[in-house]
Structure formats: structure tokens, C-alpha cells
């Protein structure tokens, strides 16, 4: 049986400006927008080629804004990708080289943090 994460829940404190940083800036695609009741707005995003989504919005999650540290987003070109978020005005860290990649870092407006991952090339 296959067990597959489609959906991770991004903490903010401001749906909008949260949603305009990911689609505008980051680059996300803007799959849904719902206001289901005054207390529940659901927000998905989805990273150019993925098949899991984020959720951003209002009665979503109990975490407390920017408290989400590290989500991991596998990119083809890390160096390309860092251009692309910099180009946008988002402030990205310098490509770290390991053994098991090569990684860049970025948070949101509200301190949620992610990691770029290049995978390196298999034996």
C-alpha cells in the first residue's frame, strides 16, 4: 500500500500577504481558495511539479505562526532555483554543498522556514 504526504499546513498570521509571498514570489501555483465559514478559510498551494500541497489559512492548523521549520522541496538545479527566488525578491541563503546535497534556505513573512535540496548525482 502506498503512503503518500499530499498536504503539509503552513502557519501565518496573514492569509493574504502569505498566499500573494508564495504564488507572487516563491512561485506556487494557487490551487484553491475557500472561505467555508467566517472561522475557516482554506488556502492550497502547490510547488511547480509536485504532487503534495501546502495549506495556508484560517482554522487550518493549532501550530502557531512560522513555528513550520524546514520543509524540504527537492529541485532539479539548487543554483537556478536560488537565481529564480532572488529574482523575486526573496531573501535566499548561499547554496551549502554536502555529501547528500547541495541545499539553500528561505523563510516566509512569518519565519516558516524551507530548504531547497539538490540531490546528488547517484553512482
Known sequence: MDWKIELV?????????????????????????????????FVQLTP???AC????????TEMPPGSQKGVQVVVEDVEAARRELI???VEASDVDVQPWGSF????????????LQ??????
Not at 10 to 18: F, G, S
Not at 53 to 60: E, F, N, P
Not at 104 to 115: I, L, M, R, S, Y
Open 48 to 50: 511547480p511539479g509536485s
Open 87 to 89: 529574482g523575486r525578491g
Open 118 to 123: 539538490q540531490v546528488p548525482p547517484r553512482p
Open 9 to 41: 499546513a503552513i502557519p501565518v498570521t496573514d492569509v493574504d500577504r502569505a498566499k500573494a509571498f508564495y504564488v507572487d514570489q516563491v512561485g506556487f501555483h494557487a490551487d484553491h481558495d475557500y472561505q467555508v465559514r467566517e472561522d475557516l478559510r
Open 53 to 60: 500541497s501546502i495549506v495556508l489559512g484560517t482554522g487550518v
Open 104 to 115: 539553500v534556505t528561505f523563510g516566509d513573512p512569518d519565519g516558516n522556514t524551507w530548504a
